[in-house]
T-cell receptor, first 113, second 115 residues
Framework: GDSVTQMEGPVTLSEEAFLTINCTYT??????LFWYVQYPGEGLQLLLKATKADDKGSNKGFEATYRKETTSFHLEKGSVQVSDSAVYFCALSSEASGSRLTFGEGTQLTVNP | GAGVSQTPSNKVTEKGKYVELRCDPISGHTALYWYRQSLGQGPEFLIYFQGTGAADDSGLPNDRFFAVRPEGSVSTLKIQRTERGDSAVYLC?????????????FGPGTRLTVL
């Protein structure tokens, strides 16, 4: 079945540092890939997505590229801010699995001033 | 416009009791999903509705769990004979058409605590 593996956390960075959160997946067919973010005290919200191979999703300075050859969708940001502190979830959805989202376990990011 | 809403935001119940959790999706969204999130974990799929019908209920853990969406809008997740292991945050999401490329929009969740 479908699965998503995220790098183990938590991750602690200083403001303006470079961020990478690794995500790899296993899926039947050609899934769509998502990064969701959960800020403290708030619900899950979409950060970015990519629906086909080599697509790059971007939002709020974050980027991730759909790499079919390495089955990866790593999240990157060049300069993190304190306000980026949150839990980040990688997820996939495929028609073969009825469009449900399959999530990774989440990565807690803390950015210190 | 209004997002996905869920009520109650918190529910505390005793072991063995019956609970109902409500989800009001974004107007016009045909697809509705329920997920369960335990502490420190990613959300896990429970059930998916396309319109009024349950298109996929393979994530429901056992027959104590049941969900309905009688008019294709509001959905209710029902849990009978609650157990302490049912304690979690129950999330509802909706999407426009239920396609795998769609963004799913999540509600704030209902935190269920079974004592």
């Amino acid at each position: 079945g479908d699965s998503v593996t995220q790098m183990e956390g938590p991750v602690t960075l200083s403001e303006e540092a470079f961020l990478t959160i690794n995500c790899t997946y296993t899926a039947t067919g050609y899934p769509s890939l998502f990064w969701y973010v959960q800020y403290p005290g708030e619900g899950l919200q979409l950060l970015l997505k990519a629906t086909k191979a080599d697509d790059k999703g971007s939002n709020k300075g974050f980027e991730a590229t759909y790499r079919k050859e390495t089955t990866s969708f790593h999240l990157e940001k060049g300069s993190v801010q304190v306000s980026d502190s949150a839990v980040y979830f990688c997820a996939l959805s495929s028609e073969a699995s009825g469009s449900r989202l399959t999530f990774g376990e989440g990565t807690q990011l803390t950015v210190n001033p | 416009g209004a997002g996905v809403s869920q009520t109650p935001s918190n529910k505390v119940t005793e072991k063995g009791k019956y609970v109902e959790l409500r989800c009001d999706p974004i107007s016009g969204h045909t697809a509705l999903y329920w997920y369960r999130q335990s502490l420190g974990q990613g959300p896990e799929f429970l059930i998916y509705f396309q319109g009024t019908g349950a298109a996929d209920d393979s994530g429901l853990p056992n027959d104590r769990f049941f969900a309905v969406r009688p008019e294709g809008s509001v959905s209710t997740l029902k849990i009978q004979r609650t157990e302490r292991g049912d304690s979690a945050v129950y999330l509802c999401a909706s999407s426009p058409l239920g396609q795998s490329t769609d963004t799913q929009y999540f509600g704030p969740g209902t935190r269920l605590t079974v004592l």
